[in-house]
């Protein structure tokens, strides 16, 4: 346990020291004569946190809500296509093209229909979100099942485990690993989908924070609402 904490602790000070690094640049740069529209400083990012702590808060609220939905969402069906493409190699024939050509078309090209189906609330949003963590969950749990240790399923036959018991205990447990990286990279992708969903067609959010800062040529509250997403990322 003490090698666990000395080694988390470790990682917090190396991306401490790295946070502390790009904001010292970042400070360094706009001590020119850079306008304040175009970059401000990070002194007056932290400003406008502290003063639109309350409007920030409420649509950070909405653009989490987005998020988590999204990927409780998208990695729920992608478990489950995943599983039953193990199941039935019919299936995984038929869906396999579908999932990669979902991929194909451009997420932005989709905002704007699905805002249009769902319309300007919340169910756009959380459907862009799906759309996008939807690929790496399927593709990484699937990929972890089918490379199995051929030995290990062989050993579960002949000791009478059915497809289901191979399932559970052979091939559930050897995909973790693999389940795992889809996790960590749908949790980065999943804010991407809400603030495309946000930009295209919102009254709150994050996103809707964004693209109003940026038509008034606030800066400072666009990079706070940016600030935010990324401290959700990576706590996701």
């Given at each position: 346990?003490?090698?666990?904490?000395?080694?988390?602790?470790?990682?917090?000070?190396?991306?401490l020291?790295?946070?502390?690094?790009?904001?010292?640049?970042?400070?360094?740069?706009?001590l020119?004569?850079?306008?304040?529209?175009?970059?401000?400083?990070?002194?007056?990012?932290?400003?406008?946190?502290?003063?639109?702590?309350?409007?920030?808060?409420?649509?950070t609220?909405?653009?989490?809500?987005?998020?988590?939905?999204?990927l409780?969402?998208?990695?729920?069906?992608?478990?489950?296509?995943?599983?039953?493409?193990i199941?039935?190699?019919?299936?995984?024939?038929?869906l396999?093209?579908?999932?990669?050509?979902?991929?194909?078309?451009?997420?932005?090209?989709?905002?704007?229909?699905?805002?249009?189906?769902?319309?300007?609330?919340?169910?756009?949003?959380?459907?862009?979100?799906?759309?996008?963590?939807?690929?790496?969950?399927v593709?990484?749990?699937?990929?972890?099942?089918?490379?199995v240790?051929?030995?290990?399923?062989?050993?579960?036959?002949?000791?009478?485990?059915?497809?289901?018991?191979?399932?559970?205990?052979?091939?559930?447990?050897?995909?973790?690993?693999?389940?795992?990286s889809?996790?960590?990279?749908?949790?980065?992708v999943?804010?991407?989908?809400?603030?495309?969903?946000?930009?295209v067609?919102s009254?709150?959010g994050?996103?809707?924070?964004?693209?109003?800062?940026?038509?008034?040529?606030?800066?400072?509250?666009?990079?706070a609402?940016?600030f935010?997403?990324?401290?959700?990322?990576?706590?996701?």
């Amino acid at each position: 346990m003490t090698g666990e904490k000395e080694h988390v602790l470790d990682r917090l000070r190396r991306g401490l020291t790295v946070f502390v690094g790009l904001v010292v640049l970042w400070w360094l740069v706009t001590l020119g004569d850079i306008p304040a529209f175009l970059l401000p400083s990070p002194t007056a990012v932290a400003q406008a946190l502290w003063n639109g702590r309350d409007y920030l808060a409420w649509h950070t609220l909405v653009t989490a809500s987005e998020i988590i939905s999204g990927l409780l969402l998208g990695v729920l069906l992608g478990a489950l296509l995943a599983l039953g493409m193990i199941f039935s190699p019919r299936l995984q024939r038929w869906l396999m093209p579908l999932v990669l050509t979902s991929q194909a078309i451009p997420v932005f090209a989709l905002a704007p229909l699905l805002v249009l189906w769902f319309g300007f609330g919340m169910s756009a949003k959380v459907a862009m979100a799906v759309l996008v963590i939807f690929f790496p969950v399927v593709s990484a749990f699937f990929d972890g099942m089918r490379r199995v240790n051929g030995d290990y399923l062989d050993l579960a036959q002949t000791m009478g485990a059915s497809r289901r018991a191979q399932l559970r205990h052979v091939r559930l447990m050897a995909a973790l690993p693999a389940f795992g990286s889809g996790l960590r990279m749908a949790a980065a992708v999943a804010p991407i989908g809400a603030i495309i969903g946000e930009w295209v067609g919102s009254a709150e959010g994050l996103g809707y924070v964004m693209l109003n800062a940026n038509a008034r040529m606030q800066a400072d509250v666009c990079f706070a609402a940016l600030f935010i997403l990324v401290l959700m990322t990576v706590l996701l």
